[in-house]
């Protein structure tokens, strides 16, 4: 089973994806993440951020790999563990040349469709994901809220992580994020065909893991109240895509798609 969730920046969708994952026992994809490890790496080698060809080599290199747990996902790149490094503002500020790019963006989609195929099971989040990654998924949502609200997650986000900034200077890069994801010509930022749309503005994050709950309930899939099944793991190596993958210690098997 695939379950998407897509939505601008602040709209809560990395949040919700990891708890709706830990709930269901799956393990949860950042798609964001393989994007901002491509720009870290091509800011630190001096790569020049619109030469699509360099950058999708990046993309495509053997240095970097997740680790996709149901409440986490770590990402090593070189041998060195980045997680927290790609969300700085300094990456942040240069993702969207890097998501922007033709090549990068069709390389990670495949990488991510091969994970799906793998692991047969998970729930995906970023901003093609229901459109252009996996259009055929058991279940699409699409998180979106309004602007200020947005901004000041995620200057809370950043505020979290030593970052020294301003809320308009936050405001300003979620609009720029919003014009380059909107606009690029490559699967650009939409709600996916049948996407289930909800405003988290004035949501809890567990309002909005309820209300996906509701809805995966109505469609007659088993949610328990809390998780207590061994949690579900699986690791992607950026090139490798024969490694081998497993759900809760079974073989992997091909993901469910939507009749």
Partial sequence: MIITIDGPAGSGKSTAARKLAARLGVPYLDTGAMYRVVTLAALEDGVELTDDPALT???AADDFDLDCGPTHVRVHWRGRDVTEEI????????????????????????KQRELGRRLGSMVT????????????ADFKFYLDA????????RLHEL?????????????ENVKMRDRTDSNRAVAPLTEPAGAIHIDTTHLSIHQVVDQMV??????????????HEPAAHGRLSAC????SASVA???????RTAS
Avoid: C
Avoid at 125 to 136: I, K, L, N, V, W
């Fill in 240 to 243: 490798k895509a024969g490694d």
């Fill in 146 to 153: 309004e602007l200020p609200k947005r901004a000041e997650r």
């Fill in 57 to 59: 080599r990046l993309a």
């Fill in 159 to 171: 505020l979290a992580e030593g970052e020294d900034l301003t809320f308009e200077q936050v405001l």
């Fill in 87 to 110: 969300r700085s503002m300094h990456v942040s500020d240069h993702t969207h040349h890097i998501a922007s790019s033709p090549g990068v963006r069709r390389v990670l989609i495949e």
């Fill in 214 to 227: 509701a809805h995966l309930r109505a469609a007659g899939v088993h949610v328990p109240d809390e998780h």
């Fill in 249 to 255: 210690g079974r073989p992997a098997s091909p993901p």
């Fill in 125 to 136: 989040e970023g901003r093609d994901q229901g459109s252009a990654a996996f259009p055929q």
